[in-house]
T-cell receptor, first 115, second 111 residues
Framework: NAGVMQNPRHLVRRRGQEARLRCSPM?????VYWYRQLPEEGLKFMVY????????ESGMPKERFSAEFPKEGPSILRIQQVVRGDSAAYFCASSPLRGTTGELFFGEGSRLTVL | TQLLEQSPQFLSIQEGENLTVYCNSS?????LQWYRQEPGEGPVLLVT?????EVKKLKRLTFQFGDARKDSSLHITAAQPGDTGLYLC???????????FGDGTTLTVKP
């Protein structure tokens, strides 16, 4: 499968625990985007990364959230000390080049439930 | 902040009917995409429009980009239950390198 791979698909955490969501972009894609989605709502931009660089993190909450896209390995979205309001679907998307047509290829998402 | 407003938010119709959903903004976009998302899945790209006034057809789906590149519409002819899903539009700001999404239109087509 050469598509965008996200794992885990489902993650349950208790309040105060940490959540780590992983995303492997499509082969040949060097740009990764993370979006958050609440039920029956659209996608809210969180962060845009290239390898080893955060390009735009204007959608990331100031505390507890961080993202990285290392030289080797998947992109990781990390949520520390989770709260119930963090429960959502988190989608990763990749694209081959910045500022081209804007087409994004999405993974199937990671659904976080905070108890 | 560039905002995209989609309407209607919810739409429930019978199989065979036609429908149009809208995506509007006060901002100009370099390009605009339409995606469809089914429950439990990620959005899947349907089409990209780039030129003002552009019309693209994908089987029973017709997409139009406004002349000023601020708005778009999606028209479905003779809807089928398989068209059920959340339809999302997204506009690209080339300078920012990121896309802004509307809140979507949830379409239900009843057999």
């Amino acid at each position: 499968n050469a598509g965008v791979m996200q794992n885990p698909r489902h993650l349950v955490r208790r309040r105060g625990q940490e959540a780590r969501l992983r995303c492997s972009p499509m082969k040949g894609h060097s740009h990764v985007y993370w979006y958050r989605q609440l039920p029956e709502e659209g996608l809210k931009f969180m962060v845009y990364l290239q390898k080893e660089n955060i390009i735009d993190e204007s959608g990331m909450p100031k505390e507890r959230f961080s993202a990285e896209f290392p030289k080797e390995g998947p992109s990781i979205l990390r949520i520390q000390q989770v709260v119930r309001g963090d429960s959502a679907a988190y989608f990763c998307a990749s694209s081959p080049l910045r500022g081209t047509t804007g087409e994004l290829f999405f993974g199937e998402g990671s659904r976080l439930t905070v108890l | 902040t560039q905002l995209l407003e989609q309407s209607p938010q919810f739409l429930s119709i019978q199989e065979g009917e036609n429908l149009t959903v809208y995506c509007n903004s006060s901002s100009v976009f370099s390009s605009l995409q339409w995606y469809r998302q089914e429950p439990g899945e990620g959005p899947v790209l349907l089409v990209t429009v780039v030129t003002g006034g552009e019309v693209k057809k994908l089987k029973r789906l017709t997409f139009q980009f406004g002349d000023a590149r601020k708005d778009s519409s999606l028209h479905i002819t003779a809807a089928q239950p398989g068209d059920t899903g959340l339809y999302l539009c997204a506009g690209l700001n080339t300078n920012a390198g990121k896309s802004t999404f509307g809140d979507g239109t949830t379409l239900t087509v009843k057999p």
